[in-house]
């Protein structure tokens, strides 16, 4: 037995012949997760409360009159739990029956087929043949407003979404209607769920395919998607999500559970916006400005070119960022600008009017700041230019005569003719766009959903993401274009990985001194604050 | 040991003697080769009448496949044209040589429905597997053989072309004996 064992917070039970200790006050069902032990369950979910009404995860406890509800019934010292006897298998078999008297079996058309957790449990202790030989009820499809579709032969009534919009999104639309056998989630009125902000969420709590996504109805059958563990980009919440990949797109985000940021959830405005990860008007190779033609060249050459370019002597530089862009990328570019000498850099962040706060869990919002990356900016020594669209502020450097670096920033607002005037026009973005086309060296970076990296959130997480697709032609990320030319000018050592970009980050910020990527690890580290413990 | 082996090798073969016997030619008018020419045809107008022969008159005269001949495939369709498909996935997830391509989507009366659907048969290995594993028997490979066209792109069969097909579709094991016991 283990030492912490007789702390007096902590109990010592038996579950299936083994021994574990947690705190006092644990379920058993989370006792039997610390030891890998997954007892099937739909209604209980770690984020909401339980109401023991699934009937699934039932186990025998040595002693009890009768098999116990192990979401709820807490652990006791000396508890002896069977997850496997004869009765509780029996009993989930049972129950299991009962799911399926009136489940359509809809498998082939259903999206929530290959993560279901009816299909799971069903195949691993349901019955072969079911013997119900009465009709099954119909209920047909309903939209319930929004982004969700609600297939009422499906549900299992683990009131899962009904509980969310209660007590997390505090904005019950959801109930039960009927009793017994005909009882059926329901919307109130015509409303729905339409303008809920965090309805998305029913959807992935949803055990089995009774809510659907509209957005993602019928596009990739659950087994094709690769998970690629990433953050957010679309505020400077930092939620930790997965990317959800087929075919080199982005077919969809989920929530990654970090308990710090956004425990299980994220907002509907991150959750939908995807779609320009998988654009196709890319800079696919740098493109160098030979007397007013663009030429197609690759990466050794241009570098080359480049190189003898700025090492004939710049004039001033003015740089701008974009805080789309990661730490390292941010940090390269800091690196080059001192390296020719210093200047200015500046971004243009768009900020939304409001904050829109999950009421259940106030610290996972809609921040007002739509880009992951403000901070990590300001952090390097960048300024905010411009309105809250993300536009303007940069009138002046369009017919500035310096030296001229752009990072990310599409300049989607700017004329063509931006730059013209600059002695040295430096762009680099992953997307084309006419206010590049005076640029003298045109590089194609990737966007943060192709590369490794950090972003700095709000409250100044530093949070890595990894990358999800695959960038096309010759797309670079920007630390390495930009960090081999500061190291060549500077004579310093090139960064050959995002983990060595963040080290030269580090020197340059005190804020990220100390981290890692180590110790960042899957869960954030707050900048200049030892490693956040992960979470409970 | 290669390098050794490789040695006696060669010893071995110095060392064998090459017999070769010379053949004699005969010269033009030393022989007329009648008899010859009378033997083989003699052979070729028996065949002729012989009642055992094996020669079919394809393709006037058609085979006879048997009724679990795995060939190109066919689309089931509805009675109102509609086909059978629903999109869930598992054809080209099951299939081996990787030769199904599918689009899932929703028709106008909310039923999934394959957007497209592809299947490459030159690719195909004709396993069958499609079509043990469709969940509501629209896939079949089918009891035929004749496939031949202009050119490589129509081997690639669309949906509309799979619901075209109007041969048999393949038995993947007898229905009275499914164990082929």
């Known amino acids: 037995m283990a030492e912490n064992s007789q702390t007096p917070e902590s109990v010592t039970l038996t579950i299936d012949g083994r021994e574990v200790s947690v705190p006092k006050g644990t379920t058993i ?22 109401p023991a009404q699934c009937r699934l995860c039932l186990v025998e406890v040595e002693g009890a009159p009768k098999l116990q509800p192990s979401c709820i019934t807490e652990v006791q010292d000396g508890q ?67 982004d969700i579709l609600f297939y009422g032969d499906r549900c299992v009534m683990c009131t899962r979404c009904v509980r969310f919009m209660n007590e997390m999104a505090q904005d019950p639309r959801l109930t039960v209607v009927e009793r017994g056998n005909r009882s059926i989630i329901d919307t109130f009125f ?127 530089v003015k740089a701008v960022a974009s805080p789309f862009a990661s730490n390292e990328d941010l940090a390269a570019l800091r690196h080059l600008v001192d390296a020719l000498g210093g200047g200015e850099i500046v971004y243009r962040l768009p900020r939304a009017d409001r904050e829109i706060p999950l009421p259940g869990f106030p610290r996972l919002s809609r921040r ?33 005569t310096g030296t001229l670096v752009v990072l990310g920033d599409e300049l989607a607002d700017l004329e063509p003719d931006f730059g013209e005037q600059a002695a040295l026009y430096i762009y680099v973005g992953s997307h084309p766009s006419p206010a590049a086309s005076q640029a003298d060296y045109r590089l194609p970076a990737t966007t943060f959903a192709e590369q490794e990296g950090t972003f700095t959130n709000h409250e100044g997480r530093v949070q890595r993401f990894w990358p999800g697709l695959q960038a096309p032609g010759l797309a670079r990320p920007a630390w390495l274009v930009l960090g081999a030319l500061a190291a060549r000018m500077t004579g310093g050592p090139v960064p050959t990985s995002a983990a060595e970009a963040f080290v030269q980050a580090a020197e340059l910020a005190p804020e990220f001194q100390g981290l890692t990527y180590e110790s960042i690890g899957t869960r954030g580290a707050i900048i200049n604050e030892p490693v956040a413990l992960p979470g409970a | 040991m290669p390098a050794n082996n490789y040695r006696v090798r060669v010893a071995e073969a110095s060392d064998m003697a090459a017999t070769v016997k010379v053949m004699r030619r005969p010269e033009p008018g030393e022989t ?54 629903v999109a869930c ?60 066209e202009y050119t490589r792109e129509r081997f690639v069969y669309d949906l509309d072309r799979l619901m075209e097909q109007d041969h048999p579709s393949t038995l993947l094991w007898d229905p009275s004996d499914p164990r082929s016991e």
């Open chain 1, 80 to 146: 002896v739990v069977l997850t496997e006897s004869e009765e509780a298998t029996r009993q989930r078999t049972g129950v299991l029956e009962f799911y399926l008297a009136n489940h359509p079996l809809d498998c082939p058309i259903c999206d929530q087929s290959g993560e279901c957790k009816l299909q799971d449990y069903v195949h691993a202790e349901g019955r072969k043949h079911g013997r119900s030989r009465e009709p099954k009820r119909v209920f047909g499809r309903d939209d319930f407003g929004g």
């Open chain 2, 89 to 148: 996935g598992l054809c080209p997830t099951v299939c081996p040589a990787n030769c199904i391509r599918l689009v899932g989507g929703e028709d106008d009366q909310g039923n999934r429905y394959p957007i497209v659907y592809e299947i490459d048969e030159f690719r195909c290995i004709f396993c069958g597997m499609c079509q043990e594993v469709c969940p509501v028997e629209a896939i079949h490979v089918g009891v035929h053989f004749e496939n031949a």
């Open chain 1, 29 to 50: 069902l989370q006792a039997a997760e610390a030891l890998g032990n997954r007892i099937p369950h739909y209604c209980y979910h770690p984020g909401l409360s339980a």
């Open chain 1, 368 to 400: 007002r700041d739509l880009a992951p990356n403000g901070r990590g900016a300001e952090i390097l020594g960048m300024e905010r230019v411009g309105d809250d669209e993300g536009a303007g502020g940069l009138d002046e450097l369009a017919h500035y």
């Open chain 1, 190 to 316: 015509e409303e729905g769920v339409e303008g809920s902000p965090y309805a998305g969420n029913i959807v992935d709590i949803c055990p089995v395919g009774a809510l659907v996504s509209k957005d993602f109805l019928h596009k990739a059958r659950a087994w094709d998607l690769d998970h690629k563990p990433t953050i957010c980009p679309n505020c400077s919440q930092g939620c930790n999500i997965d990317f959800h990949v087929r075919d080199n797109r982005v077919q969809r985000l989920k929530p990654r559970a970090n308990l710090e940021v956004n425990q299980y959830w994220m907002c509907d405005y991150g959750r939908h916006r995807y779609e320009w990860m998988n654009r196709e008007d890319r800079i696919e190779s740098p493109v160098v400005n030979r007397s007013g033609r663009p030429v197609p060249s690759d990466w050794s050459e241009t570098l080359e070119a480049l190189h003898g370019r700025l090492q004939e002597g710049v004039r001033p």
């Open chain 2, 32 to 85: 007329s080769y009648i008899r010859a020419t009378l033997k083989g045809m003699a052979l070729t107008f028996k065949h002729l009448v012989n009642p055992d022969k094996v020669t079919r008159q394809y393709p006037e005269e058609q085979p006879d496949l048997s009724p679990r001949w795995r060939g190109t495939h066919r689309m089931e369709v509805h009675a109102d044209g509609r086909p059978k498909c």
